[in-house]
């Protein structure tokens, strides 16, 4: 069982703090305008303020590593090559806002977006098809099926 003592939350949030704005690349304007502060207030929360919530919610959203900068211990999602980007963000965001049906439409949008259909080398044997060009959506009959929005299962 760990020893409670009567220290402030931790005496390295500031040394923390100071090593994710810089990890993130950050002057300490920039940071203090995703955060919502002046710089002068950053710069005292580097120097060993503590900030409250609502600034720590705006470190977050800003792609600080919360964990780290409060207990010295890497968050296990925070690895660069796996960081949502503005637009990635935006898209998540939207498709959590979607229904059930629209998000299956939107799934099956983004997998024929992301993987076009490659050019034919000919007609199969038997079948009258014309070539698919690069970059041209599949006839609808090769998609899965998926449910008409607005009606109920």
């Not at 203090?32 to 580097?46: F, L």
């Not at 207990?71 to 959590?96: C, H, I, M, V, Y």
């Not at 044997?125 to 009959?141: D, F, H, I, K």
Request: proline fraction near 8%; include cysteine.
């Amino acid at each position: 069982m760990r020893k409670v003592t009567n220290m402030p939350l931790d005496a390295h949030i500031s040394v923390r703090l100071r090593s994710e704005r810089v990890r993130l690349g950050l002057s300490q304007q920039q940071a203090a305008k995703m955060a919502g502060v002046r710089r002068e207030m950053w710069a005292k929360y580097e120097a060993g303020a503590q900030p409250g919530a609502t600034i720590l919610s705006g470190m977050a959203e800003a792609g600080m590593d919360l964990l780290f900068v409060l207990t010295g211990q890497r968050s296990p999602r925070q690895n660069p090559a796996e960081a949502l980007s503005e637009d990635e963000r935006q898209l998540r965001d939207a498709f959590r806002l979607c229904q059930a049906e629209a998000r299956l439409l939107l799934l099956q949008t983004a997998a024929l977006l992301a993987n076009p259909p490659r050019k034919k080398r000919g007609p199969s044997r038997g079948a009258r098809s014309r070539p698919t060009a690069v970059g041209e959506a599949p006839p609808l009959a090769a998609l899965p099926a998926s449910p008409k929005i607005g009606t109920s299962p």
